[in-house]
């Protein structure tokens, strides 16, 4: 074969390249798009993307779409992360839960935003690849476990935030219960093919929900969730 040697290097071609990509996504997809929070832009300017997808989809990990991470999942758009990071409204001090950790991706910009993630994912292959992803990043404030996350944390609970990545048919009654009083649980809400993005508030008690964009996930298989 003619040209370069094919590298065998782990973390593929100079990180600066993939810096240089990341730059273009945060202003392009991102900042170009509406994503305002400073603190979103800067964990997503961060976090290496192209370390949660297979080295045969590295040289695609900064492109505006989702991609194939295994197991029929998905790793999110990248304005997908960014604008869910953002309706949390993270400060740093809150406990977060997410379910779906799929890649870690999500989880690893969400550990950059917050003090402890805890993230549940369904699927063991996947969970103990994010979770080596996210070791080998040197992320130390992030548990990930393996279980039906419909039932949320219970020994966790409550939490600050919620996050859930994958479509779920209605709000799942044990996430509500384990938000904190003035907490934010964000979620898509819809049927298989299309949901909307959905903010739910804890006041006093009381849940109050807000539409937001209109989005694609992959389903939220649980017993508060679809059937498997
Ligand atoms: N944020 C992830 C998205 C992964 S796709 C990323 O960017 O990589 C959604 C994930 O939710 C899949 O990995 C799927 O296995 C997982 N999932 C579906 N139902 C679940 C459930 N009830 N509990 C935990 N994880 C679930």
Request: proline share 6%.
């Given at each position: ?25 945060v ?22 993307r ?9 040289d695609?990990?900064?492109g ?48 950059e935003?917050?003090?402890?993630v805890?993230?549940?994912e ?34 966790e ?8 990545s ?14 904190a ?48």
């Amino acid at each position: 074969m003619l040209g370069a040697p094919l590298s065998r290097d782990p973390v593929g071609p100079p990180s600066s390249r993939y810096a240089r990509e990341r730059e273009r996504m945060v202003e392009g997809q991102l900042a170009g798009r509406g994503i305002t929070d400073p603190r979103v832009l800067e964990a997503m300017r961060k976090v290496p993307r192209h370390l949660f997808v297979d080295e045969a989809l590295r040289d695609r990990a900064y492109g505006d779409y989702p991609l194939p991470i295994g197991e029929g999942q998905t790793i999110s758009q990248p304005y997908m992360v960014a604008i869910m990071s953002q309706l949390l409204r993270l400060t740093g001090s809150e406990k977060v839960l997410e379910i779906g950790t799929g890649s870690g991706y999500q989880t690893a910009v969400l550990a950059e935003l917050t003090r402890r993630v805890c993230s549940v994912e369904r699927l063991a292959s996947l969970a103990t690849r994010a979770r080596a992803t996210l070791e080998g990043l040197g992320y130390t404030n992030v548990w990930v476990r393996t279980a039906d996350g419909t039932f949320g944390w219970l020994d966790e609970a409550p939490f600050d935030r919620i996050l859930v990545s994958a479509a779920s048919p209605s709000i799942p009654a044990p996430l509500f219960e384990q938000l904190a009083e003035g907490g934010r649980l964000v979620l898509p809400v819809g049927d298989a093919f299309s949901q909307t993005l959905t903010v739910v508030e804890r006041v006093g008690g009381e849940m109050r929900t807000t539409a937001d964009s209109g989005c694609v996930f992959v389903k939220l298989i649980g017993k508060y969730g679809w059937e498997a």
